[in-house]
């Protein structure tokens, strides 16, 4: 079963900075991988994947993810923040022939005008 | 766009009643999912299902049943709701291959007085 560490419960940027939000997966398998983002009161969102192919992946609102398999991660970055990305952030890694996703327990990114 | 709607975003009931969660997806899903999401502890699976009438539990099924006679269509029952059962609670679907990313409902917070 996979399990996953998102670093850092909290994190705080000014608007305009640069955004990193870690996660390392344990598996001995290549996984699938999945950033969501959650804004206040409402359901998961999907801003990003990994599945086969190139290890830099493009999602929504300039965010973008490296799978790097050497160090198991696959951390989260937006070059410059804005006031609109106050979210919580979760990693997801799914094993290959599993139904399941194994969620992070989230990190809340807070953004400082 | 894949909808998945649950059917109330509020929902207050009292200890010892039978309480049931909704949702419905719009995509000819094959898989839908339960999770219960507690702060600082990430989303937990409760129950999942890949197909019409089959289920499989999650990390947290005691207390929960589920029911799934449409493929549209996913319920969550709690047979004797509790006080500790006072939580978010987000539905979820995704075709049926694990490289697909799951589409979240918007959440239905239940307080159980």
Redesign the interface.
């Given at each position: 079963a996979q399990s996953v560490t998102q670093l850092g419960s909290h994190v705080s940027v000014s608007e305009g900075a640069l955004v990193l939000l870690r996660c390392n997966y344990s598996s001995s398998v290549p996984p699938y991988l999945f950033w969501y983002v959650q804004y206040p009161n409402q359901g998961l969102q999907l801003l990003l994947k990994y599945t086969t192919g190139a290890t830099l992946v493009k999602g929504i609102n300039g965010f973008e993810a490296e799978f790097k398999k050497s160090e198991t991660s696959f951390h989260l970055t937006k070059p410059s923040a804005h006031m609109s990305d106050a979210a919580e952030y979760f990693c997801a890694p799914s094993g290959a022939g599993s139904y399941q996703l194994t969620f992070g327990k989230g990190t809340k990114l807070s953004v400082i005008p | 766009d894949v909808k998945?709607t649950q059917s109330s975003r509020y929902l207050v009931k009292r200890t010892g009643e039978k309480v049931f969660l909704e949702c419905v997806q719009d995509m000819d899903h094959e898989?839908m999912f339960w999770?219960r999401q507690d702060p600082?502890?990430?989303?937990?699976?409760i129950y999942?299902s890949?197909d019409v009438k089959m289920k499989?539990k999650?990390d947290i099924p005691e207390g929960y049943s589920v029911s799934r006679e449409k493929k549209e269509r996913f319920s969550l029952i709690l047979e004797s709701a509790s006080t500790n059962q006072t939580s978010m609670y987000?539905c979820?679907s995704r075709r049926g291959t694990?490289?697909q990313?799951?589409?979240?409902?918007?959440?239905t917070r239940l307080s159980i007085l």
């Open positions: - | 998945v898989n999770y600082g502890l990430g989303l937990r699976l999942f890949y499989e999650g987000l979820a694990v490289n990313p799951q589409h979240f409902g918007d959440g």
